[in-house]
C-alpha cells in the first residue's frame, strides 16, 4: 500500500464501531474505551431488548452499548455515512457484522458486503475532502476458507461454500481493493471461533454451558448435541477483537489470521463443561449425528504467526478458563431462574 500523505488532525483518539449489539462489538467497546479512545456506535436500527436477567451475556453488551454515543446508521448509505465521519472526525472505524439468521446470499451481501464496500466508499471521500487518515478495519470469519483445514493462514484459499462466508469473501476483496488500488488504510481481521460468557445463547458453546448448569440445578434433565466429533478452536472473544486496534495502528495496512491454532472437539468441550460441575456428560447428552448444514460441519484451525510477529498479539486466555468463565455467568443464570420458579429460555 502506497503512502498517501495523509494525518491526523485529532490529538485524541475517535473510534467509530459499526456493528453493535454481540459479544464481539461489547468485548471491542470496552478495550477502546479502557485505552482512552472515545467511543461512537453506528446502528441501523434499534439495538435488540435483553432480559434484566443476573449477570445475563446481554446486560454486559448492553452496558457496552451504553458507554458509546450511539448514531443512526439507517441502512449505511455513503451519504449517511459521510455524514457521520465529518461530524465525528474519527482516527479509526471498526465493522463487526452481524449476519446470523440470514440465510440467503443476498441478505448476507446486503448485511456483510454492502456495509463493508459503503464505509469504504464514505472514508475515501472523506479522505479527498477533508485531507484525515481513517483506518479502517473489518472482520471477517474463518468461514471464508469453506472446506476448512489446519494451520490456514492469510494465503490459504479462499473457497466459501454457503452464503455469510460469500458475503464476507466479497467483503474482504473489496478491502483488499481499496487497499491496494485507492491507498486507504484498510485492514481485515479473519477471526477463528470464539467464544465467552456474552455469547449467544443460540451458539453451541452457550447451549452447552446453559444446558449443564440447568442440568446441575434440576432445571432440565438432557440436552441433544450435534456432531461430538467435530474439532475447532474455542478462543476468548476478547483476545479475539483486542488485535483489531493493533492492526489499525500499524503503520502499513494488512490482513492478519487470528487464531488460537489450540482445537478441540465438541466432545472435549462437552466434557470440561460437566465435568466442572461434578456431571458425566454421558449421562445427559444424547449425541446426534453430524450436522447437515455444511457451516456447522467444518473444522477449522488458523496459524496466527503473522499477528504473533507484526502485531505481538498472543491469545492470553487459557481454554479452561474460559470454560470456567463460561460456566460462572450461566451458574449465576440458572440459579436466578430456579428463583424464579422456573425456567424461562
Not at 436500527?45 to 453488551?61: H, I, K, T, Y
Amino acid at each position: 500500500m502506497g503512502s498517501s500523505g495523509l494525518e491526523h488532525a485529532n490529538t485524541q483518539r475517535r473510534a467509530i464501531v459499526s456493528g453493535l449489539g454481540g459479544q464481539d462489538a461489547s468485548f471491542l467497546v470496552e478495550l477502546l474505551t479502557a485505552d482512552g479512545c472515545d467511543v461512537h456506535g453506528v446502528v441501523a436500527r434499534a439495538l435488540p431488548p435483553w432480559s434484566a436477567d443476573v449477570d445475563n451475556a446481554g446486560a454486559r453488551v448492553q452496558q457496552a452499548c451504553a458507554a458509546t454515543t450511539l448514531h443512526s446508521g439507517r441502512d449505511h448509505e455513503p451519504a449517511v455515512l459521510r455524514r457521520l465521519l465529518a461530524l465525528i472526525e474519527p482516527t479509526e472505524v471498526y465493522v463487526l457484522a452481524t449476519t446470523a439468521g440470514q440465510s440467503t446470499i443476498a441478505n448476507c451481501h446486503q448485511s456483510v458486503l454492502t456495509v463493508t464496500r459503503n464505509w469504504l466508499r464514505a472514508i475515501e471521500d472523506y479522505e479527498s475532502s477533508v485531507g484525515q487518515r481513517v483506518r479502517f478495519a473489518v472482520a471477517v470469519t474463518a468461514a471464508v476458507f469453506g472446506v476448512g483445514g489446519a494451520a490456514l493462514t492469510e494465503s490459504s484459499p479462499v473457497q466459501p461454500n454457503e452464503p455469510q462466508a460469500v458475503a464476507m469473501a466479497a467483503a474482504w476483496d473489496h478491502v483488499t481493493r481499496y487497499r491496494d488500488v485507492h491507498g486507504l488504510h484498510a485492514s481485515v481481521a479473519i477471526l477463528f471461533p470464539h467464544e465467552s460468557e456474552r455469547q449467544s445463547r443460540a451458539a453451541l458453546s452457550r447451549k452447552v454451558t446453559r444446558a449443564a448448569t440447568r442440568i446441575r440445578l434440576g432445571l432440565q434433565p438432557r440436552v441433544s448435541l450435534h456432531g461430538l466429533d467435530l474439532k475447532r478452536e474455542w478462543g476468548y472473544a476478547a483476545d479475539h477483537v483486542g488485535a483489531l486496534p493493533r492492526m489499525a495502528q500499524q503503520h502499513r495496512a494488512d490482513d492478519y489470521v487470528i487464531a488460537t491454532g489450540d482445537a478441540h472437539t465438541t466432545r472435549g468441550f462437552v466434557n470440561q463443561v460437566f465435568g466442572r460441575l461434578g456431571l458425566d456428560w454421558r449421562d445427559h447428552v444424547e449425541e446426534l449425528p453430524r450436522p447437515q448444514d455444511p457451516s456447522d460441519a467444518v473444522e477449522h484451525s488458523g496459524d496466527a504467526s503473522k499477528a504473533h510477529r507484526k502485531l505481538a498479539w498472543n491469545p492470553a486466555l487459557p481454554f479452561e478458563v474460559l470454560v470456567e468463565r463460561m460456566i460462572n455467568c450461566d451458574i449465576a443464570l440458572a440459579r436466578h431462574e430456579k428463583r424464579a420458579n422456573g425456567p424461562h429460555g
